[in-house]
């Protein structure tokens, strides 16, 4: 682990953000969801993105938030869409939705089974193969549109579960960046030598476009445990034992969970890296302390 954040980022250029969300179930998450996205604002985020739930299960909250950011905030919302149990056409319309909706960037993913994941992807009949093939769909879809979405897409530090080897892993990131990627956000990770070194395989492959290291700010350690499970993202020794018998004190875990996220940023900052995405899960404490470690001051306070 790294020497504790403590002193902001004095000498560097003030860092690019964006926040990821997911969109809200009940009244009471929207209203926490819209509160954060105020209080995140001033951070003035490149993008902020909302996730779209496993199977396609949150088509219509995905769309009513980005549309609500893009209508509403001085955002500019980037939706997830993914390929999983819809045809080419669904999907596609979900893409003019949003474009109509004013959302002009769209985080293009495979996406896994309604089932969960950790469980085999299948391609829907009439649906999109996988991601690259979806990235072309978006592309080819009338040429106007296709020409002017933004898209990103994901990458994995530590190889993605259903990747045959490092090199298969790369060479499918090099075919979306091919297919007309615009930048690659990476699953979280907690060791900054995991980024950098998937860094140097991604350029070794070919792989010009950006690739922004995906922050996780979850405080709740058994919930995050359950996650890098499924997604087989690893969890060192230290931060099991940073988070040991934190079970009944969450301002605690949230505490260490800010560092944590600081000391990885700060580590990454002083290697050369200008672009933070974070994983919000829609609370803005955390990701706001993180941000101003990193040196970087809300609108109003910069002006
Ligand atoms: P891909 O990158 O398309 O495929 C995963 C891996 O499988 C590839 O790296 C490759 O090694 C292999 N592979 C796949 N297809 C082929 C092929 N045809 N040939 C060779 N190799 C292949 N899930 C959601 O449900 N909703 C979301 O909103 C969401 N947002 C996410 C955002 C980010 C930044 C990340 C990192 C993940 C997100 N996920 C989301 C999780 C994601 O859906 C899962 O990780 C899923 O298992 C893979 O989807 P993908 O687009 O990353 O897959």
Known sequence: MTQLATATQQDSPAPNVSFEFFPPKTDKMEAKLWESVARLSPMTPRFVSVTYGAGGSTRDRTHATVAKIAQ??????????TCVSATKEDVLQVAEDYWNAGVKHIVALRGDPPTGMGEQFEQH??????SVDLIEGIRAHRPELGQVFEISVSCYPEQHPDSQSWDADI?????????GADRAITQFFFEPDTYLSFLDRAQAGGITMPIVPGIMLQPNFT????????CQASIPDWLHTLYEGTEDDPETRELITANVAAELCQALAEQGVSDFHFYTLNKASLA?????L???????ASQ
Do not use: M, V
């Open 125 to 130: 009949p009439g649906g999109f193969r996988d």
């Open 72 to 81: 509403d905030t001085p955002l500019t919302p980037a939706a997830h869409l």
């Open 294 to 300: 990193l040196g970087l001051k809300p609108k109003e």
């Open 223 to 230: 919930g995050l445990k359950r996650i890098s499970k499924l």
């Open 171 to 179: 060479a499918f990131l090099k075919a979306k960046q091919d297919a």
């Open 288 to 292: 706001l302390s993180t941000c101003r």
